[in-house]
């Protein structure tokens, strides 16, 4: 137990915990937004199975180190660019994200549809929930292998130490876990919001697949752009809902001197 009192131990931890969150901001994102499309209560189940998923799919990955450093070597060539393992990872992957992340822009912006009475729910409805239910698990669980290949890669690259590794992904993923519904919910809250989280994964597998030719996109660009996009939107909903605000006082305002005329 003596290593426990290595400072150099908690502060790896601490690093690595850290960049882990950071990682793990896409993965929440593009959890959130396909939750998004499940019955409200459905959503939290569905939110705590795909980190679970990431959570089992990053100490898998840990606990076979020498297969995920053997992914790196090159499988063949084409046309003078070595094909890795993870190289066909990142590019299915990549591939995977760029296209939900524009079908569902697609059908944020294009494809809602209109409103209408409540319905009562039947049994087919339910099946149909239980199918849409799973078929978003599995896809939250394709990305999740894409996301934990990258996130292992990095860990190991950071710290030697297989306990320190598997600490930092348990406690990422427990942090992950708590800021996931308050994310989902305020994505869900904004519509604006959402189309930019979905621009920012449209960014991520756009990096992911470059990464797989070994054209590397740092992704602190990605993040700064995102950022700020958030600050300019996080501005815009301010003023918002201080005109709402203002729209709304003036209304009653209005109807308190009506009834005094």
């Known amino acids: 137990m003596d290593f426990l009192l290595d400072p150099n131990i908690w502060i790896a931890f601490a690093m690595l915990t850290a960049l882990e969150i950071v990682l793990g901001i896409d993965n929440i994102i593009f959890i959130s937004i396909l939750v998004g499309r499940l019955p409200p209560h459905m959503r939290d189940k569905a939110r705590r199975l795909g980190l679970g998923f990431a959570m089992v799919s990053r100490l898998a990955l840990l606990f076979t180190l020498s297969w995920v450093m053997g992914l790196t070597a090159d499988l063949f060539t084409v046309l003078g660019q070595g094909i890795s393992g993870r190289d066909l990872v990142l590019l299915f992957g990549g591939l995977f994200l760029l296209y939900k992340a524009s079908h569902e822009?697609?059908?944020?912006?294009?494809?809602?549809?209109?409103?209408?009475?409540p319905v009562t729910e039947t049994a087919e409805m339910k099946a149909a929930g239980q199918r849409l239910f799973w078929a978003i698990i599995g896809q939250i669980a394709i990305i999740d292998i894409v996301f934990s290949l990258d996130s292992v890669i990095t860990a190991v690259g950071m710290v030697d130490q297989i306990g320190v590794m598997v600490a930092a992904v348990v406690t990422s993923v427990g942090v992950m876990l708590v800021a996931a519904k308050p994310i989902?919910?305020?994505?869900?809250?904004?519509?604006?919001?959402k189309v930019l989280a979905l621009a920012f994964l449209v960014m991520v597998g756009m990096a992911l697949t470059a990464e797989a030719f070994d054209q590397e996109i740092p992704k602190g660009y990605i993040y700064a752009a995102m950022c700020f996009s958030l600050a300019v939107e996080a501005l815009n909903i301010r003023a918002r809902s201080k005109r709402q605000a203002l729209a709304k006082s003036e209304s009653v305002s209005h109807s308190h001197s009506k009834e005094l005329s």
């Open 105 to 117: 822009i697609f059908v944020e912006v294009e494809a809602h549809e209109q409103d209408g009475p």
């Open 184 to 193: 989902g919910d305020f994505v869900d809250r904004h519509p604006s919001v």
